[in-house]
């Protein structure tokens, strides 16, 4: 069949409903990058053969903004494929006469868009090849892509179910492997992060492994000691929105404000993570649809990818970054009041190793991260599956922290205690005791509880537990340092004052009788 030159037809903007005949054209979103809200259609109808519509530049935002396909000529015929993202030059072909082209945006940002061009196909000579990334049957006239999650066996006959650990994306050729940290089921189209407790540590896993007990999910990069940060667990306050937050921790919360949403409100978060990815959960929206917006994004800021803009009230799924960072924007108009919203946000996901959890903390197997051992218990080993309460004479002095004796002139008699009692007055210990003692009678105690001390020359104690020793009354004395319960009674003939250590004889003329303090007098 000869060639002819076709003229090369103008470009077909996007505006409104356009109707496209003859046998070549080209189709664009506009030049520059294309506006917010647009809605525009092109109806394709050739004489006779089949229209072929190939993309050769083709960038909208990924999920928000579509370009459909038809078959025949209105949107009520069988749709042939929706495309967004960036993807490769591809080719769409009718099974008719006519196609129907469909493009719609949100109210987010734009992108360079698309430019496409479309031609009347029919009555060939020869057989063409498929183009790649699509399959037919023998005798067939037209050329079907694979859809996503599969990929083109070697002859181009039929499409294969990309097996799990891998995945297939839009016109992709081939199926990818997962990347250590994630994995897939059969004909996916995207890899999804291991859960929290779990890891992959090769590549093209086709599941994810639970890490034992006595460790937790980590990443190659991460050193085993930055448990010890995220075992603090979900303890910041609420975040609410102000200005611009960074935050670095193991998780936390944030929120509108405490109150409702107020207008024309604007604030961001950054949120990072010490180890892992974040994992992003939505847990109250009520914001006026269409209008007001929760933006996240997979990076540091508003130039990252962005991967979700959730508006109106109903409750998303789980986000998990690809990195240790989401940036989080709040944005509100002028106009209706709404609840506003709050989420939590922690650490864990995607782990491709496990790795200890450090001395003080402790896991199950599965867990996502490593808690730390409750006050009065203790794990003394890297890996510890579970914390041992500390044993009597010892204390945990908080979460995480290694037992210690008690002090002297302190005591724990019960194990897991939390706090060492103090010993009464009159009593005593020593560092470690698991009980005080009494001082015995003879002997005092100290205000430290810590030392019994023998009563001085003159002085005693009656009992034991005492804080103090008495003085020997007049007419009795104790002659040495020593722990004595009682003072010794003076001898007829002798006296004693009160503290004495010793027993005075009378003077001449003075008699001491059996009993009394003092010498009296003999009788003239």
């Known amino acids: 069949m000869p060639s002819t030159i076709q003229p090369v037809a103008p470009t077909t903007q996007c505006k409104g409903l356009k109707v496209e005949t003859g046998t070549t054209g080209t189709i664009s979103d506009g030049p520059g990058d294309y506006d917010r809200q647009m809605d525009c259609s092109w109806r394709i109808a050739v004489n006779g053969g089949t229209v072929h519509l190939r993309f050769d530049n083709f960038t909208v935002e990924d999920g928000y903004d579509f370009v459909d396909v038809f078959d025949v000529s209105d949107a009520s015929a069988s749709l042939i494929g929706t495309y967004t993202g960036s993807l490769p030059s591809f080719t769409v072909v009718s099974t008719s006469a006519s196609m129907f082209v469909h493009f719609r945006t949100d109210v987010n940002s734009a992108q360079p868009g698309f430019e496409a061009d479309w031609s009347s196909q029919g009555g060939s000579a020869g057989c063409e090849a498929c183009s790649e990334g699509s399959v037919s049957l023998a005798g067939s006239s037209t050329c079907t892509h694979c859809a996503p999650g599969e990929f083109p066996n070697t002859n181009q006959e039929e499409c294969i179910a990309c097996a ?12 990818l492997e997962c990347p250590a940290g994630q994995t897939s089921f059969a004909r996916s189209t995207e890899c999804s992060h291991c859960p929290n407790g779990r890891h992959s540590s090769t590549a093209g896993s086709a599941n994810c492994t639970a890490c034992a007990a006595g460790s937790f999910p980590s990443g190659s990069e991460q050193a085993g000691a930055a448990a010890a940060a995220h075992a603090a667990g979900l303890s910041t306050p609420t975040v609410a929105c102000s200005g611009a937050k960074e935050l670095v921790s193991n998780g936390g919360v944030i929120a509108s404000g405490p109150l409702d949403a107020d ?6 978060w950054k949120l990072t993570v010490p180890f892992g990815k974040v994992n992003f959960k939505m847990t109250k929206i009520n914001l006026e649809s269409g209008f007001d917006y929760v933006k996240v994004y997979d990076g540091a800021d508003m130039f990252a990818p962005k991967l979700a803009n959730f508006t109106g009230d109903r409750i998303p799924d789980l986000i998990t ?32 190793t496990c790795a200890l959890c450090p001395t003080g903390h402790f896991s199950s197997a599965g867990d996502a991260h490593c808690h730390a051992c409750a006050a009065g218990t203790f794990a003394t080993h890297h890996g510890s599956p579970s914390c041992t309460d500390c044993p009597t004479g010892k204390h945990g002095l908080g979460v995480g922290s290694a037992c210690k004796e008690c002090l002297a002139g302190r005591f724990a008699d019960t194990a897991r205690a939390t706090t060492c009692a103090v ?36 002085q005693y104690t009656t009992a034991a537990g005492a804080m103090e020793c008495s003085i020997c009354p007049a007419g009795k004395f104790k002659g040495t340092t020593g722990a004595q319960c009682t003072c010794s009674t003076c001898a007829p003939g002798k006296f004693a004052q009160a503290g004495a250590n010793s027993c005075t004889d009378c003077p001449l003329g003075q008699f001491h009788p059996s009993t009394g303090t003092s010498c009296i007098n003999c009788a003239k």
């Open 423 to 458: 010993c009464l007055d009159g009593t005593i210990s020593a560092a470690g005791d698991t009980t005080c003692t009494a001082c015995p009678c003879g002997k005092f105690g100290n205000t430290e509880n810590t030392v019994c001390t023998e009563c001085g020359e003159g």
């Open 164 to 175: 799990p650990g891998k995945h297939a994306s839009v016109l992709t050729y081939d199926c």
């Open 263 to 268: 207008h024309n409100m604007q604030c961001t």
């Open 321 to 352: 970054s690809s990195g240790s960072t989401l940036f989080i924007k709040f944005v509100t108009d002028a106009d209706v009041v709404s609840r506003g919203f709050s989420a939590t946000w922690y650490g864990g996901g995607g782990a491709d």
